[in-house]
């Protein structure tokens, strides 16, 4: 039996991560570790983590997450597990805030990832949750935000804070799972490294697990996810990172990555500022603003 170990991620980013948003990650890391320590798979660990962070309206995800520039919430997602190398996926998902469930079910279809086109029609024959309308101060701040333009748009546009999870469960086996709004006030039809298997997410249960949150157009380039599993072959998640995030920081990418090797050793690396992220094992959970900062 493997030691069950469960980490989970608020998004890398320029921006200070609120008190709610940390406490948010420890009650996430405390009620889904519960799951993988009561006998629960990877799969149903990260599932849950994610959904709760979408539900919590405290990240850019789900309930939370990020307006495009015309005002509407379009929802990426995708998970992944390691033993049969199952993937699904889900781009720019509206009117629903759950896009990680609807992965998940994409993961047994025949299609793998979905559109809105057809994804909001299986969404409401899984009788999904609803997402309403956005909130008029989120409308507002959009607003505010265009009105500024210049660097002050380009600043809200690094809050990166899309959530992601990675999980070893009891069996040995690996999933991941991510879910974002996406960059803030972004060109509606953009698509980021989030729902990209490969890029966003990867699972293995031969090599590891990664979930990436950082700019979707750096970290799409390394494939990072794919990339951060290969390296941890014959190394631990942390040697593995390392090897990943100088890369990354070679070419200045904002990007952060959980990693999880197969023997449960991690790693959380960044090269933005803050990165609130956590890890619960039998050990306890430690949630902190910043893990490790790799520099250019
Ligand atoms: N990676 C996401 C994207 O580019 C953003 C984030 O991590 O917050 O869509």
């Given at each position: ?164 999870a990675v999980a070893l469960d009891s069996y040995g086996n690996l999933a ?31 090599l590891g697990a990664a979930a990436c949150t950082g700019r979707g157009e ?75 900062i790799v520099e250019s």
């Open positions: 039996m493997n030691r069950p170990v469960l980490l989970c991620h608020g998004g890398a980013g320029a921006k200070k991560p609120t008190r709610a948003a940390l406490s948010g990650l420890e009650k996430v890391l405390k009620k889904s570790f519960k799951l993988l320590d009561e006998g629960s798979s990877a799969l149903d660990a990260v599932s849950e983590a994610v959904k709760r962070m979408e539900d919590s309206g405290l990240y850019n995800a789900g309930k939370g997450a990020n307006l495009q520039l015309d005002g509407v919430r379009r929802l990426d997602a995708s998970i992944m597990e390691g033993g049969r190398l199952e993937a699904g996926a889900v781009i720019g998902l509206e009117g629903f805030s759950n896009p990680v469930l609807l992965a998940r079910c994409a993961m047994g279809m025949t299609h793998k990832v979905l559109t809105n086109l057809g994804g909001a029609k299986i969404a409401e024959a899984e009788g999904l949750e609803r997402l309403g309308p956005p909130a008029a101060a989120a409308l507002k701040r959009l607003a505010s935000a265009m009105e500024k333009g210049g660097d002050a748009l380009e600043l809200y546009r690094k809050y990166f804070s899309t959530v992601g991941a799972a991510s879910s974002t709004g996406g960059v803030f006030a972004m060109l509606p039809g953009r698509v980021g490294d989030t729902p990209l298997i490969g890029s966003g997410v990867y699972a293995d249960n031969s750096d970290i799409l380039r390394l494939c990072l996810a794919k990339e951060l599993c290969m390296n941890m072959k014959g190394r631990a998640a942390e040697e593995a990172s390392r090897i990943s995030f100088k890369r990354a920081a070679s070419f200045a990418f904002k990007a952060g990555a959980l990693a999880l090797d197969k023997k449960g050793r991690w790693s959380i690396a960044h090269t933005t500022e803050h990165m609130p992220s956590g890890v619960a094992s039998k050990d306890g959970v430690d949630v902190r603003e910043r893990f490790r």
